[in-house]
């Protein structure tokens, strides 16, 4: 016998639910086959509770429709979620990389929720080229003669390769032959679009000479490659951006760097080791350069070719860039972007990526204290939080090797640290954290406006 005395028979039919109150409000939100469905197996999990013996705490209708709710909630639970990224990695691949400028996403809403001049010149009334203005401040940012956008870097690499090297000879440096992620290899990559790679120089030191030796009449091109995500030290020597594009001067064959990340501005003054700029690549003589737009750019994924017209129409002729070409979102969140950049005195407050790798220490540490005094009000005596100076890293293969100072918020309690971490990707708007030995670290830096409320908030679900 159950202890509430229901039996299966007692079940209410389908058709009788769906006609219940509480229902009503279930058929606002969901298609009314997903409910009927939700009911069912709400039913039928109520049926085996029922024939196990066990009790039904509540009224049968009231057990079946609080199941159905919870298995709809889940269900149409979007697989794509805002989380804030506590990790202090600025440029979190994982985690979406770049966030966007309010201006970018401004730009969005606006051809997305209407028609746009894609592909049509206002002038003229007839078909216009698509991204022509985004290409001309490319190339004013840049100095380059032209320029030319796909989806990511991947398929600026992929581009460049097929519409200037198939079935011809590509020199790389030994020190050069990358895997970026995702088993995308520098040396597959070339086999695949028909190239054969020449491999020149020896791990640690390649000069010059090295390129110039191995060139023939079956030489497409020189290509440099930034080594984004390690770096060697010791006994190296680098070819240069400015040397390589004098030795393809000299001997006439085309010159191309892949920089990755792609700074359009001097990093120093923010703090950061210098890296080249894509503007001093293009001076530096090189015929192109691609970067991607997700990364220190610090807007919508998207590979960027800058470089001489002659090269850079090559690539935008190819008929893969029918099958690489960005859509209208990824070219208006890109030239809002970009346009933030003409202005040097707004640029590193305007675009979020620039903001975070250069967030002062002085204004980290306020930041930091402030969350803890929240944190510790909110989660009691069970919690040690703790305020400490650590390190947070650029990410998305942006400045190998280097890492920025900060401070961090620390959570210690008898709950393991892997524990916390996982309570805390489960709350309603999940956080992500950095795991370290013993206790959960919260990284300001990458913290927007508003997501201290959100962790305080994730913090007090993980203890009810
Ligand atoms: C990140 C990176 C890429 C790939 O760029 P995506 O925009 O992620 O496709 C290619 N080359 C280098 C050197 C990189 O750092």
Not at 351 to 371: D, I, K
Request: charged share 25%; glycine share 8%; with cysteine.
């Amino acid at each position: 016998m159950t202890g509430s005395g229901h039996v299966p028979r007692d079940l209410p039919s389908i058709d009788r639910l769906l006609g219940d109150g509480a229902v009503a409000s279930l058929l606002e939100r969901y298609p009314r086959a997903a409910v009927r469905d939700a009911l069912r197996a709400a039913s039928d999990g109520v049926r085996q509770v029922l024939l196990r013996g066990d009790a039904v705490s509540s009224t049968l209708s009231k057990a079946i429709i609080d199941d159905a709710s919870q298995r709809l909630e889940a269900a149409f639970r979007p697989g794509l979620v805002r989380v804030v990224n506590a990790t202090g990695v600025v440029i979190h691949t994982n985690l979406g990389r770049a966030v966007l400028p309010p201006e970018a996403v401004a730009a969005v809403t606006r051809v997305a929720t209407g028609y746009s001049n894609l592909e049509f010149d206002l002038e003229s009334g007839r078909r216009g080229r698509r991204a022509a203005a985004l290409e001309t401040l490319l190339c004013e940012l840049t100095g380059a003669e032209a320029a030319c956008v796909v989806n990511n870097n991947a398929a600026s690499i992929l581009l460049i390769l097929e519409a200037l090297a198939r079935g011809r000879e590509v020199v790389v440096s030994r020190s050069e032959l990358i895997e970026i992620g995702n088993a995308f290899r520098l040396p597959e990559v070339l086999e695949r679009s028909g190239a054969t790679l020449i491999e020149v120089g020896a791990t640690n030191r390649t000069y010059p000479a090295d390129y110039a030796r191995v060139i023939n009449e079956r030489t497409a091109l020189l290509l440099k490659s930034h080594s984004s995500n390690f770096r060697i030290i010791g006994f190296v020597r680098e070819v240069t951006a400015a040397e390589l594009a004098t030795v393809g001067r000299e001997a006439g064959v085309l010159t191309v760097i892949d920089l990755g990340s792609g700074a359009l501005v001097d990093l120093p003054p923010l703090g950061l080791p210098y890296e080249p700029t894509v503007r001093e690549c293009v001076q530096a003589g090189l015929d192109l350069v691609c970067f991607s737009g997700d990364k220190l750019l610090g807007g919508p994924q998207a590979g960027i070719i800058v470089g001489r017209r002659e090269a850079v129409e090559r690539c935008a002729r190819n008929p893969l860039m029918r099958a690489l070409r960005c859509d209208k979102m990824t070219l208006a969140a890109l030239e809002a972007t970009l346009s933030l950049y003409r202005d040097p005195g707004r640029m590193v407050e305007a675009v979020p990526v620039l903001r975070m790798l250069g967030a002062p220490l002085a204004t980290l540490e306020p930041r930091a204290r402030a969350l803890a005094v929240r944190l510790s009000e909110a989660l009691g005596e069970a919690v040690r939080v703790e305020v400490e100076p650590g390190r947070s890293l650029p990410g998305g293969g942006s400045l190998p090797g280097h890492d920025l100072p900060t401070w961090l918020v620390s959570l210690r309690s008898p709950l393991s640290e892997d524990a916390w971490a996982a309570r805390l990707r489960h709350a309603s708007t999940p956080v992500v954290v950095r795991v370290e030995e013993g206790r959960v670290v919260i990284d300001v830096r990458t913290l927007l406006p508003g997501d201290e409320d959100a962790i305080v908030a994730a913090a007090l679900e993980t203890v009810r």
